[in-house]
């Protein structure tokens, strides 16, 4: 049975049983800081099994996409480790437990996927007597083939909080798979009895003090491994040999002109390879790009592995795209986001390879010659953290290189060595000196500041509080920087990328010139400088914010919302929001792509952007819980923490974003929008910079300056200028081509004048000339055909070029044969223009501070020539 028929049977077994059956979940968990990556199939319903949330239908069943690489070391090396796999669960969340858990379990594997009930047996958790029953008495299962386990093996549970026992279904794979050993029985480690399915009752609470209490909501939680399960259906010993997976493996065999099955090494490769681009395909679908940190690292890592992987089985050149094809024509039938993200993910893929390509060959050298160094089994963990920092070496694949040497590598050391680095790196990055905030334990005792700057840019309040960098304070003279907090103000705190605002607190005793303004915690404290009298606590207070600095800063905050959706359309949904910063001067954007932009493509942004911008669309703005919002398409950003109730920022019918900064209220008032640069900021993450409104309007303007300057000098309309510009660089390639060739006449004359003046040293033909050239370059080429032709020759030129003299020699191999050596001629001749300079026997180059002593110095190479 192919695997894509065993993943339907399964969904569509649930979904007659009353089951919701969803899609998988993106890799990337959402809200979850705590998962690096999806790696189990009820991740995605933490929140369900918690109670925080509840569904219609309690009753959910799914084939999730999972990543783990926690054991990566063994994937490739036992038959069924993978960091990729599919994860067939099914979930109640307090509707049905053990007793349809466990038959609809059996009835699925027995009824539908036509199972042998003699090759399957049960474990069961010692205490749990009422599964042991169901499995007994209900299902009929004899008990010699139903295995009491202890915690070990038969109960989930992770610290404090929901746990319960489990029951696992193992499939007997024959004795000549088993340990031999008389106990030999469902949990031994030998690959006998195979795990197939594990069925989690989640029925406790455990508290601090390990206490297991009844839980009123009981859940069920239930996991099956496709590629696990396809292997039992399609009679194979290993997973890697299931439809899925052996045609990737088929595909490498191609391109690497090895064979499965025949060397115990090449099938290693052979099963990473396919592993990791299963995994790469899918990370790269579900947005992750490769990086330095977190997700995007882990991604690196396995693109990097596998491409060391390949080099072993002697593949030359980049493959994983090509692979990549494979994926997609297997899995693209259920993963749709394969088939439509194909060429996306194929780039991404070659382009990572050919960066690792670049410094491979070099980190290979250095750790292999370390090796051969090596004297104890222990390899330097300093120097393991230089092929990661240097040459890009995941440490995991630095080990896997050692453990074919029989080598270790002193972790610890590694990561002293990469902590010291981030170390001084975040030293790097502080602001020292910075007016900041600091932690002031004394805020717990002031109310939260309200925020009214969406509907007003002033208002009269009071002054809560005053305080400096070191105090509390009650008063502030004329020149003190402070910080103050009011009950409410319409002052926006930086935040989302928006700058914080500036502007007044005018008191009747004084000013204070707020500079910025940031936000900690609930409270929004106003930075500056008493410009004027004194201020206090308890003072009324007018707060004003400069609205031209407002204004200007919301024109360009409208535009990052048009600009990521014109992005999206254009480039393509993969492009995620990677930051942003806006100020009242312009917009920096930064997201994620693999490559620049071309100018065609920046032209089309621009273009869309300034068509929403004409539209005049309304910008309004509306809480609504965090849930809704999602599901009406608002963009969130990913790894931004939201309340329950987030701020919708939409842009008529165009674009829809959680945001809680300050926006115009049409589309219009950004008259214009300009891209001034793209550039790289990273690995996968590129920055687009550009400018709206006035500062766009004044852009053009300059521009239009400059090309009536450059029309004038030109003497040509504005309008002509390209083609006037076409026509000089016309003339100015004929120009330089006559040039050339006046120089190459002119050189053969002049070899033949320094050819017709030489003079002998033994058998050694001596040439020197001043000659009047206007670059080095043309010095070196005359000493070329000097002695091109000749046998037993060497030739010294000289040139003033730019007030400075420099030297140039040449000398044939049989000169130099003869002891000739250009280098030692030519330092000694420099150094009579009060010059230096040197190079190998055969070719040489110097310069010299003294042009007027070139014709004694080129006589002395006759002196050199002769001692």
């Known amino acids: 049975m192919k695997t894509n028929e065993i993943r339907s049977k399964f969904l569509n077994f649930y979904e007659n049983k009353g089951h919701d059956i969803l899609k998988s979940a993106p890799l990337i968990p959402e809200k979850d800081p705590t998962l690096l990556l999806i790696g189990a199939g009820m991740a995605p319903f933490k929140d369900y099994f918690t109670g925080n949330k509840t569904r219609n239908n309690p009753k959910v069943a799914t084939a999730q996409k999972c990543i783990r690489t926690g054991d990566i070391e063994n994937v490739g090396v036992t038959a069924r480790h993978h960091t990729f796999f599919e994860m067939l669960g099914n979930f109640s969340f307090g509707d049905y437990f053990k007793e349809k858990a466990i038959t609809w379990s059996w009835e699925f594997l027995t009824g539908w996927l036509k199972l042998d009930k003699t090759n399957l047996y049960i474990s069961v958790y010692y205490e749990d007597e009422e599964a042991y029953n169901i499995w007994k008495d209900k299902i009929g299962i004899s008990p010699s083939k139903i295995i009491k386990l202890g915690k070990k093996d038969n109960f989930w549970e992770i610290g404090v909080g929901p746990c319960g026992p489990s029951s696992e279904i193992y499939y ?57 399960i396809a292997a039992v259906m399609q009679g194979v010993k290993t997973n890697y040999e299931i439809d899925a997976i052996m045609p990737i493996i088929n595909k490498t065999e191609s391109l690497s002109k090895q064979r499965y099955g025949q060397d115990a090494k090449v099938d290693v490769s052979l099963k990473v390879i396919a592993d990791h681009i299963r995994a790469v395909s899918f990370m790269i679908a579900d947005g992750v790009m490769p990086s330095n940190e977190g997700r995007g690292y882990v991604l690196r890592r396995l693109i990097r592995k596998a491409v060391r992987h390949g080099i072993l089985l002697g593949i030359k050149g980049n493959f994983l795209a090509d692979l990549m094809e494979v994926v997609e024509d297997i899995m693209g039938y259920h993963y749709v986001e394969l088939t439509e993200k194909k060429d996306y993910i194929k780039k991404v893929i070659s382009i990572e390879e050919e960066r690792f390509a670049q410094t491979l060959e070099q980190g290979l050298d250095l750790l292999n010659g370390e090796i051969k160094k090596q004297k104890g089994s ?157 201020i206090s606590v308890g003072q009324k207070a007018t707060a004003q914010v400069t609205s031209s600095v407002r204004v200007d800063t919301e024109l360009n905050h409208t535009a990052t919302h048009i600009l990521h959706k014109a992005l999206k359309q254009i480039i393509g949904n993969q492009v995620k929001q990677g930051g942003s910063y806006v100020d009242a001067q312009r917009l920096r954007f930064d997201f994620t792509h693999f490559e620049a932009l071309t100018a065609q493509q920046i032209q089309e942004i621009e273009d869309k952007v300034n068509e929403i911008i004409d539209a005049g669309k309304d910008v309004m703005s509306e809480y609504k819980p965090l849930e809704q919002a999602k599901a009406e398409g608002a963009e969130a950003l990913f790894g931004e923490k939201y309340e329950e109730d987030v701020r919708v920022v939409s842009i008529g019918d165009y674009s829809k974003e959680l945001c809680g900064g300050t926006h115009v209220k049409n589309t219009l008032q950004l008259k214009l929008f300009k891209i001034v640069s793209e550039s790289s900021v990273g690995s996968g993450l590129r920055r687009i910079e550009a400018i709206t409104g006035k500062s766009a309007v004044n852009y053009y303007k300059e521009k239009e300056m400059v090309i009536n300057e450059i029309a004038h000098e030109l003497k040509c309309k504005p309008d002509n200028v390209d083609q006037k510009v076409k026509e000089l660089n016309k003339t100015i390639k004929q120009l330089k081509d006559d040039l050339k060739t006046a120089q190459s006449k002119l050189a053969g004359s002049v070899i033949d004048d320094i050819l017709a003046a030489g003079d002998k040293v033994g058998e050694t033909e001596v040439y020197t000339a001043k000659l009047d050239v206007t670059n080095p370059g043309q010095l070196r080429d005359i000493t070329d055909k000097v002695v091109a032709n000749k046998g037993n020759a060497v030739v010294v030129v000289a040139a003033v070029i730019g007030g400075k003299v420099n030297f140039a020699a040449k000398a044939t191999k049989q000169a130099v044969d003869s002891g000739v050596h250009c280098g030692k001629i030519i330092k000694h001749v420099a150094s009579i223009c009060s010059g230096g300079g040197g190079g190998k026997p055969d070719m040489a180059q110097a310069g010299g501070k003294d042009p007027s002593k070139v014709e004694q110095a080129l006589r002395e190479v006759l002196t050199v020539m002769e001692e």
Not at 485 to 491: A, D, G, K, N, S
């Open 172 to 228: 007997d794979q024959g004795e000549e798979l088993g340990c031999k050993s008389a106990d030999c029985k469902p949990g031994c480690e030998c690959d006998r009895y195979l795990e197939i399915w594990n069925l989690v009752f989640t029925q406790f609470n455990k508290d601090e003090e390990g206490n297991y209490t009844p839980l009123a909501t009981k859940n069920i939680d239930t996991g099956m491994g496709l590629e696990r």
């Open 378 to 534: 222990t390899f330097d963990g300093e120097t393991a953290f230089k092929l990661y920092d240097t040459y890009g070496f995941p440490l995991d694949m630095t080990k896997e290189i050692l453990k074919e040497h029989n080598l270790t590598v002193d972790e610890s050391q590694f990561y002293k060595s990469l902590e010291e680095q981030r170390n001084r790196a975040r030293k790097a990055r502080q602001d020292e000196g910075s007016f900041g905030v600091e932690n002031l334990s004394f805020l717990k005792e002031v109310p939260p500041t309200q925020f009214t700057g969406y509907a007003s840019l002033d208002i009269t309040s009071k002054l809560d509080v005053i305080f400096s960098e070191k105090e509390s304070l009650k008063l502030a003279n004329a020149g003190e920087q402070i910080k103050v907090i009011l009950p409410q103000t319409p002052f926006y705190p930086e935040g989302g990328g928006q700058v914080g605002d500036k502007g007044e607190i005018t008191t009747d005793t004084g000013v204070m010139t707020v500079t910025d303004t940031v936000k900690q915690g609930s409270h929004i404290i106003m930075l500056g400088k008493v410009n004027y009298g004194s």
